[in-house]
């Protein structure tokens, strides 16, 4: 009942920034939380930021100050605002959500820093 669609990756040089985007097909309101993981080649899936429906985030620590996770509720969008992009931030993207008792996952957007 929940269908989440990643956009806005590519390829960027270190230092610059990429926007982010995971349409929902419900209003994200009732998606709470969601949240933004990344999988590089060969690594596991790790966290990378969470917004709740009150507005609170969270980030990992990899990327706290760089990165900013937030909504847009009439749009039904969450973003991801990366700047200061390094290559080690070079993974695919996810957005992800809990509801109705399981997880929801986007396709994934790909992000491709160089240095």
């Known amino acids: 009942q929940v269908q989440l669609v990643e956009s806005g990756g590519g390829l960027v040089q270190a230092g610059g920034s990429l926007r982010l985007s995971c349409a929902a097909s419900r209003n994200i309101f009732s998606l709470n939380p969601i949240h933004w993981y990344r999988q590089a080649p060969g690594k596991q899936r790790e966290f990378v930021a969470t917004?709740?429906?009150?507005?609170?985030?969270n980030y990992a620590d990899s990327v706290k100050g760089r990165f900013t996770i937030s909504g847009d509720n009439a749009k039904n969008t969450v973003y991801l605002q990366m700047n200061s992009l390094k290559p080690e931030d070079t993974a695919v993207y996810y957005c992800n959500t809990m509801k109705f008792g399981r997880n929801y996952w986007g396709q994934g957007t790909q992000v491709t820093v160089s240095s």
């Open positions: 917004i709740t429906s009150g507005g609170s985030t």
